[in-house]
């Protein structure tokens, strides 16, 4: 789940509140003011779970085929 900034418009506080993405939008301040979120041209959400070191097309093929990037055959690897 991405961490969201928002602001209260009421009392001026701001929150970075761990929501799902189909729950960003109607959360409260402490005050009861609905929060406004924080846009930047560089989102600040952050996310939890597997980080996988490297990429390329080798890595990508390996997990749509949910296998290890050295069990791939020789024809699915780049050149």
């Known amino acids: 789940m991405p961490t969201y900034e928002y602001r209260c418009p009421n009392c001026g506080k701001e929150h970075a509140m761990l929501v799902s993405i189909r729950e960003r939008m109607g959360q409260k301040c402490d005050c ?4 406004e979120q924080i846009h930047t041209s560089f989102p600040k959400a952050q996310f939890r779970g597997r980080v996988v070191q490297g990429g390329g097309p080798d890595r990508f093929t390996a997990d749509v085929l949910g296998v290890e ?11």
């Open 32 to 35: 009861g003011t609905l929060l």
């Open 69 to 79: 990037v050295r069990d791939l055959p020789a024809g699915l690897r780049s050149q």
